[in-house]
């Protein structure tokens, strides 16, 4: 088994989602950017990069979102089917199970804005930027949105006691720059 396969069979644990889900600060900022940038999503096409449960295709649609590319390459894809099923989005939202960087979407049609929560411990632990920007280069409209856009991170010096060194580090998605 690759380390591809390894990563994407991670995300097939519920558990994982459940603990993303209820870490509110996160899923009640990625709700309120949309909520309050509703001209970047209503009526636009737009691609989640990685959407696993589906919630922020969820929140696209709500706001009157036209088509949503729900794209998540491991199994929780079938998962998410249900859950857009239940919420009666099924003509709204298309859930792709596929890797990013398979999809290949009709007529070569391109996005108004990408929106994915691609962040991992220290920014960019996850290893999941590189996927994202591919999307945005195949996918994205010249005149675009990404969410997030920008992302920063902070890093201070520090003493410890026991390693007589170390840096902290803190991770700053910049989500809330197009927020009103
Ligand atoms: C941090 S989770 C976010 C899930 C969901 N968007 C949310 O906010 O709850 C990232 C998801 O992206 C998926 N993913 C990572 N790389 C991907 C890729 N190259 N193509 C498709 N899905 C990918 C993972 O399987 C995982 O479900």
Known sequence: MDNNQEYFM???????HRLM??????TEMYRKVINDNRKYFNNKVIMDVGCGTGILSLFCAQVGAKKVY??????IANIAKEIVKENNFVDIIEVIHSKVEDVVLPNNEKVDAIISEWMGFY????????????????FLKKDGEMFP???AIYVAPLFHPYTKS???????PCLHLLST
Request: proline share 0%; aromatic share 2%.
């Open 149 to 151: 856009e920008s992302a």
């Open 166 to 172: 170390g840096i902290i580090l803190m991770e700053h």
């Open 70 to 75: 729900a794209v998540e390459a491991s199994n």
């Open 10 to 16: 991670s995300y097939e644990d519920l558990e994982i």
């Open 123 to 138: 920014l960019l632990h996850e290893g999941m930027l590189d996927s994202v920007l591919a999307a945005r280069d195949k």
């Open 21 to 26: 889900l209820e870490d509110t600060s996160r």
